[in-house]
């Protein structure tokens, strides 16, 4: 039902309970928020190590990707509500960068609708991660195989 | 033809978007992408592995033989990482 890429933070509480308000039909509201991490486990790094995290993106492709996103979960899974927000711009560690929120009359649905969104989000939204470090400098970090694994495992459904 | 470029092409290349008059050849994704290798090093080194570089045209993902046209908005950019 809404789709918001934008660069100022986002209140959980407040956006969650929008989400439900006035419908008393939805029987679970299923949330995941993604927060900016100072480590890079990938790289072998501990905490400390990433300082900032800069998410460039494509405006215009990403609202119509997000949006396409959107109404393929909600053609999926009996949403009563569903809600993509996602920032750009320069973010610090234990900043919030994406909440994703189902609402159903059934938990199942909203969990999974939930996963949905997330792994597609990690492949198909046009988003890019430039990473500050304190020694390196700066760099872009590169997608994950296990994004892509985690995604496909929605086609064959 | 408008190019957008994102993330690692961005800088390799060094601009983040340009619009060229593309020759009557060049017909699809693929010899667009041809034609940019020639253009310099910073080209070359971006798009030397196509396996690391998506294809939008007009904002929708699309294979290398997709067709392509002079009113086209065409971005290259990096696998994402959103989320």
């Excluded at chain 1, 920032?87 to 999974?112: K, N, Q, T, W």
């Excluded at chain 2, 390799?12 to 310099?40: H, M, N, S």
Aim: charged residues 25%; proline residues 5%; contains cysteine.
């Amino acid at each position: 039902m809404a789709v918001r890429v934008q660069r100022d933070d986002f209140d959980i509480g407040a956006e969650l309970a929008t989400l439900s308000d006035g419908d008393t039909g939805i029987g679970g509201v299923c949330s995941f928020t993604g927060l900016v991490r100072d480590l890079h486990p990938q790289a072998g790094e501990g905490p400390g190590t990433v300082r900032a995290l800069t998410l460039e993106h494509y405006p215009g492709m990403t609202e119509r990707q997000l949006e396409a996103i959107e109404a393929e979960a909600r053609e999926r899974w009996p949403l009563s509500a569903c809600l993509i927000i996602h920032r750009y711009g320069r973010m610090e560690p234990g900043e919030r960068i994406v909440l994703v929120a189902c609402a159903s009359a059934h938990r199942e649905a909203a969990f999974d609708a939930c996963r949905f969104i997330m792994d597609w989000l990690k492949t198909k939204a046009p988003f890019w991660k430039l990473e500050e470090t304190g020694d390196a400098g700066q760099r872009w970090v590169d997608a994950r195989h296990s994004d892509q694994n985690a995604a496909d495992r929605w086609s064959d459904r | 033809m408008k190019l957008l470029y994102f993330a690692w092409l961005r800088t390799k290349i060094g601009i983040a978007e340009e619009r060229v008059a593309v020759p009557d050849g060049v017909t699809d994704v693929a010899g667009l992408i041809g034609w940019l290798r020639d253009r310099g090093d910073g080209y070359a080194e971006a798009l030397a592995n196509l396996d690391v570089v998506k294809v939008a045209v007009n904002q929708e993902y699309v294979p290398l033989t997709h067709p392509v046209a002079a009113g086209d908005e065409v971005a290259l950019f990096p696998p994402v990482t959103g989320g």
